[in-house]
């Protein structure tokens, strides 16, 4: 495993191009991994009756259960402090030395409430370490805006049931 990464370098009619490679393995935050595409934030509305303090928790859980039943790729929920989610691929307790394949850095950036709902806003910071991760990271990046605001096909069935 290791990274590599191209350029286009065009000056006037010249044109040129530049290679960089390692075996190592980069950290999993490193600038060069970030994703620039995708979603980058979402807003979610919840009930009025979750107070602002009630929202970091709210949002955890969905998170939480969007990881267990996430069942193309097995996820991992870890809180980081007290507004900070990394959602990554799990790995395998026997390799301990494998990395996951990509990491998504959520943040909780701004609690607004009024009379009628509270809204919260998330921030996302997409990293991939490899190929393999990039079909792994954006078929997550698919699902999780409707299950996290719970607007998808499948909130919407489940809601019509219950009302």
Same mark, same amino acid.
């Given at each position: 495993? /290791?990274? #590599?990464? +191209? *350029?286009?370098?065009? @000056? ?6 530049? #290679? *960089?490679?390692?075996?190592? +393995? ?10 620039? /595409?995708?979603?980058?934030? &979402?807003?979610?509305? %919840?009930? *009025? ?7 970091? @928790?709210?949002?955890? !859980?969905? &998170?939480?259960?969007? *990881? ?6 097995? %996820?991992?929920? !870890? ?23 990509? @990491? #998504? ?28 991760? %990039? ?8 699902? %999780?805006?409707?299950? #996290? ?13 219950? @009302?």
């Amino acid at each position: 495993r /290791g990274s #590599i990464r +191209t *350029a286009e370098f065009d @000056q006037g009619k010249m044109k040129r191009w530049g #290679i *960089a490679w390692t075996f190592l +393995t980069p950290c999993t935050r490193s600038p060069a991994l970030k994703l620039r /595409g995708g979603v980058k934030f &979402f807003e979610v509305l %919840l009930d *009025a009756t979750i107070k602002s303090h009630e929202a970091f @928790q709210e949002i955890t !859980n969905r &998170f939480m259960s969007f *990881a267990e039943d996430f069942r193309m790729i097995k %996820l991992h929920v !870890n809180l980081e402090s007290d507004r900070r989610l990394v959602v990554s691929e799990s790995t395998d307790s026997k390799e301990i030395e494998k990395k996951s394949s990509f @990491q #998504i850095d959520v943040s909780i950036d701004g609690i607004t409430s009024d009379q009628s709902s509270t809204k919260v806003t998330i921030s996302l910071e997409v990293y991939c370490i490899c190929d393999d991760g %990039l079909v792994k990271v954006r078929k997550v990046q698919n699902q %999780l805006v409707g299950e #996290i605001c719970r607007t998808n096909r499948r909130w919407r069935r489940r809601i019509k049931r219950f @009302q």
